[in-house]
T-cell receptor, first 114, second 116 residues
Framework: AQSVAQPEDQVNVAEGNPLTVKCTYSVSGNPYLFWYVQYPNRGLQFLLKYITGDNLVKGSYGFEAEFNKSQTSFHLKKPSALVSDSALYFCAVRDSSSASKIIFGSGTRLSIRP | NAGVTQTPKFQVLKTGQSMTLQCAQDMNHEYMSWYRQDPGMGLRLIHYSVGAGITDQGEVPNGYNVSRSTTEDFPLRLLSAAPSQTSVYFC???????????????FGEGSRLTVL
């Protein structure tokens, strides 16, 4: 069965510093990996995805993520954090060999201080 | 475009009552799904559908029923509500998740359900 883990409940970063939100996954086939962001009292919004190809994926709002097959990780990164990046971030995975299920991690709250 | 529309936004039920959460999308997406969001648990998949007439169970299907009679609508039914079903429910759709597709999900704004 597929699963995804986000080991940090909260990440605190100063504005202007780089940020990383960690994600690891487990699948039996090839992984399709996604990052979503949720602002207060809203639904989730898609940020970026990795399907195949280049291990570094670029997405919305200056975010990027690096796929590492050997470490089964898909960490979300941004070179310079903004206060407006403060939100709840979710990593998600789909196993290419199984049914059409997208499984989400428990979420990481990102807090950017001015 | 309205995207994914969920109703109601808020609902309070008593234990044992039944209700239906409505979800409609106007993007002609094949794939639709329901998640529940609980603190510390992230989003957990309840049921999903890859097209009209086809539904399947997710991670936490017990206590919930779904049907997919049209492409646009995917209602979630609670037949006998329990306090453990207190949660925020999200409906999501995608144009590219049926079969081997890799499309992203589009989410509704959520429905907050409290069961007393």
């Amino acid at each position: 069965a597929q699963s995804v883990a986000q080991p940090e409940d909260q990440v605190n970063v100063a504005e202007g510093n780089p940020l990383t939100v960690k994600c690891t996954y487990s699948v039996s086939g090839n992984p399709y990996l996604f990052w979503y962001v949720q602002y207060p009292n809203r639904g989730l919004q898609f940020l970026l995805k990795y399907i195949t190809g280049d291990n570094l994926v670029k997405g919305s709002y200056g975010f990027e993520a690096e796929f590492n097959k050997s470490q089964t990780s898909f960490h979300l990164k941004k070179p310079s954090a903004l206060v407006s990046d403060s939100a709840l971030y979710f990593c998600a995975v789909r196993d290419s060999s199984s049914a059409s299920k997208i499984i989400f991690g428990s979420g990481t709250r990102l807090s950017i201080r001015p | 475009n309205a995207g994914v529309t969920q109703t109601p936004k808020f609902q309070v039920l008593k234990t044992g009552q039944s209700m239906t959460l409505q979800c409609a999308q106007d993007m002609n997406h094949e794939y639709m799904s329901w998640y529940r969001q609980d603190p510390g648990m992230g989003l957990r998949l309840i049921h999903y559908s890859v097209g009209a007439g086809i539904t399947d169970q997710g991670e936490v299907p017990n206590g919930y029923n779904v049907s997919r009679s049209t492409t646009e609508d995917f209602p979630l039914r609670l037949l006998s509500a329990a306090p453990s079903q207190t949660s925020v429910y999200f409906c999501a759709s995608s144009s590219g998740l049926a079969g081997t597709g890799t499309g992203e999900l589009f989410f509704g704004e959520g429905s907050r359900l409290t069961v007393l």
